[in-house]
């Protein structure tokens, strides 16, 4: 089991920058893809970054160089560091978990609450 918290979302104007936290929980002997989505209102939940269990990051093409992920595994944490944020990245963004990274949604196991973005122009 994975328990996934996620903070740091809320409100900013365009071309702002935003750092989402996401605290995990699991067996400290166990080993997951972790990774970020973000779905929009009306839209698909898309993957935005994922990490593989060896520490190499898998960016969607959208968000390679604009977003950051990183993490601390002594503290079982992640980030998503957002900058020069625009309207379309107005969503709710969720911390996930995975055996696998396979860069969809559909397949994910474990889901964050989520934490909303608002970005206004």
């Known amino acids: 089991q994975v328990q996934l918290v996620e903070s740091g979302g809320g409100s900013v104007q365009s071309g702002g920058s935003l750092k989402l936290s996401c605290k995990v929980s699991?067996?400290?002997?166990?080993?997951?893809?972790l990774g970020w989505f973000r779905q929009a209102p009306g839209k698909e939940r898309e993957m935005v970054v994922q990490?593989?269990?060896?520490?190499?990051?898998l960016y969607a093409d959208a968000f390679r160089g604009r977003f950051t992920v990183s993490q601390d595994n002594s503290t079982n944490m992640l980030w998503l560091q957002l900058v020069n944020l625009n309207a379309g990245d107005s969503a709710a963004y969720f911390c996930a978990a995975d055996l696998y990274c396979v860069g969809a949604a559909a397949t994910v196991h474990y889901w964050g609450q989520g934490t909303q973005v608002a970005v206004s122009s």
């Open positions: 699991k067996n400290p002997s166990a080993h997951y893809c």
């Open positions: 990490i593989e269990t060896d520490g190499s990051v």
